[in-house]
């Protein structure tokens, strides 16, 4: 089995990349003010089905073999990139709003629409594919016995920090939003920062090479 220096250390790597802003958090903090807490955390499922997803096709060899693929893996980079411009132009577009500003204006989403944002969300982020391809392997070590169940394990990990993580995200949604209500010049760079962050994002995705 893994040990548990490579556990906390690839715990570790979670725990930044979780902490780092992305469309993720910027879909349940939105959903979490515009239609409350349970929204919020249905449509973190729908995020958490989306590493689930990843995590087995790591562990499968499917990630590997859709990189191997030049115009599969092309498609999903931009569709990814477009995505991260898209969500960059909504936050800083004539009459745009903070994500962390309350809405009443939005359509309620039923459950099920909630969870498919939410797993969209997070397949449209080719990063997380990236993640679990370039820096999984590294912590597994075939001399300790079954390598698929070593790639589940890790990627558990990775998973359970992730919903620590939006969890409290999604809970303390509704404070920070009111904070930003009462100071509008925070929250206006906010919406620049974020989309600066995106933008940020969105090109590194686009002109990232694979070695050869």
């Known amino acids: 089995m893994v040990s548990l220096s490579n556990i906390a250390a690839f715990a570790l790597v979670a725990l930044t990349m979780v902490l780092t802003p992305g469309p993720n958090m910027i879909y349940l903090i939105s959903r979490s003010i515009t239609q409350g807490r349970l929204a919020g955390f249905v449509s973190l499922f729908g995020v958490i089905a989306g590493f689930v997803f990843y995590m087995l096709a790591a562990a499968l060899g499917v990630t590997a073999l859709l ?85 589940v394990l890790l990627g558990t990990t990775q998973i359970i920090v992730s919903f620590a993580v939006n969890a409290a995200i999604v809970l303390a949604a509704g404070s920070v939003a009111l904070w930003f209500a009462h100071r509008p010049r925070w929250a206006q760079a906010q919406r620049w920062i974020m989309a600066a962050v995106l933008t940020a994002l969105a090109l590194s995705l686009g002109l990232d090479r694979r070695q050869a």
């Open 67 to 151: 990189f191997a693929i030049p115009l599969a893996y092309e498609a999903i980079k931009w569709a990814g990139a477009g995505y991260l411009l898209y969500l960059a132009w909504n936050a800083v577009r004539p009459g745009a709003r903070s994500v962390l500003e309350p809405r009443t204006d939005l359509a309620v989403d039923p459950p099920g629409r909630l969870f498919a944002m939410g797993f969209l969300t997070n397949l449209l982020n080719p990063k997380i594919a990236m993640l679990y391809l370039s820096l999984l392997p590294q912590f597994i070590d075939p001399a300790r016995g079954d390598v698929l169940m070593q790639s």
